[in-house]
């Protein structure tokens, strides 16, 4: 098992380090093999040496499945005029979204990474505030995997594809019939799973202690049977935001103004999903259930300082520190 941190290429992240190099010796410390990038806009491409990363987390569009349908008047309803839906796609077509992901392919094989990682969801902004989502599973898993079908069709990657649950429609995890459509869907041969434990999480509003956590996870591990091999990495982190979720839908007071709404969902995602270490020694039951080829340790962080923090907790909860 290949054990990461994942760090964006951004100043926010880069400023903490003097090189790549650094980055990796840091993340050492606290027994990982390598790094998962993620990269940002206006971020620093060359920063992270390709010696020194393992994976690498595509960028990705939390709404894109309005565009990719062509339906123009649920563009307007969500960012007001199709005049900003364009500047934030760069075109109102298929192939914006294709183009898009075309570049950041091109730019993560440059770092020559074992797998890169692709959210399969779709969420409005209204719908972060509602929980009453626009479109099902169903429909996301079906044109995410014409998408991906588009990108990968024909080409000799050499990575794996690992597809990320989270907990808007598309690929949550919780539905085993939901994982074999997408996985049944998509071609490329090197496909699989990134199994990120707290957006899953986020997926039973009544979850109260990270013991109860462990439990769901694996039960909904358990209740995919064959599928589970699929499961080629973890992202480990938790949060247990229920009763903020529960808050939030039932006195939101949602912006009119799509840029406003943004900028609050913004801080809303950031309270539900937080990226907290695992404490329980009992994660370490979840890791050997699942046997990931990879697993990265996904935090949110403040600082240098912070992030050793809570790089030190999870991994002692593994027995790995």
Not at 51 to 69: A, K, P, Q
Not at 236 to 252: E, P
Request: glycine share 6%.
């Amino acid at each position: 098992m290949k054990i990461m941190m994942n760090v964006t290429d951004c100043i926010y992240d880069t400023s903490r380090f003097e090189d790549g190099e650094d980055a990796l010796r840091f993340a050492s410390e606290f027994g990982c093999d390598g790094l998962e990038v993620m990269h940002c806009i206006g971020g620093d491409e060359e920063f992270f040496a390709p010696d020194t990363v393992i994976g690498v987390h595509l960028r990705y569009f939390s709404e894109w499945l309005d565009l990719w349908n062509g339906d123009m008047e649920s563009l307007k309803e969500e960012y007001g005029t199709l005049e900003k839906a364009r500047e934030i796609y760069g075109g109102l077509d298929r192939e914006s979204l294709i183009r898009y992901h075309e570049e950041d392919i091109a730019r993560a094989v440059k770092k020559n990474p074992s797998y890169v990682v692709f959210h399969v969801s779709n969420v409005k902004t209204s719908d972060v505030y509602t929980y009453t989502c626009s479109h099902t599973d169903e429909e996301v898993i079906d044109a995410a995997a014409e998408l991906i079908n588009q990108l990968l069709d024909g080409k000799d990657y050499q990575f794996e594809f690992l597809m990320e649950n989270l907990w808007w429609p598309g690929l949550t995890m919780t539905k085993p019939e939901m994982t074999k459509r997408l996985l049944d869907k998509v071609h490329y041969p090197k496909k699989g799973i990134m199994l990120d434990t707290g957006h899953l999480m986020h997926s039973n509003l009544e979850l109260k202690t990270q013991e109860d956590a462990i439990d769901y996870i694996l039960e909904m591990v358990e209740a995919h049977g064959n599928l589970r091999r699929y499961i080629r990495g973890i992202h480990l982190n938790q949060s247990i935001t229920g009763d903020y979720v529960k808050n939030l839908v039932k006195n939101h007071k949602m912006p009119e103004d799509y840029e406003e709404r943004f900028s609050d969902c913004y801080q809303h995602i950031f309270n539900i999903d937080c990226h907290l270490p695992f404490t329980t020694s009992r994660v370490r039951e979840l890791v050997d259930a699942v046997k990931p080829e990879y697993l990265t340790h996904e935090m949110i962080s403040m600082d240098r300082e912070d992030h050793a923090e809570k790089l030190a907790k999870q991994a002692k909860a593994l027995g790995a520190g």
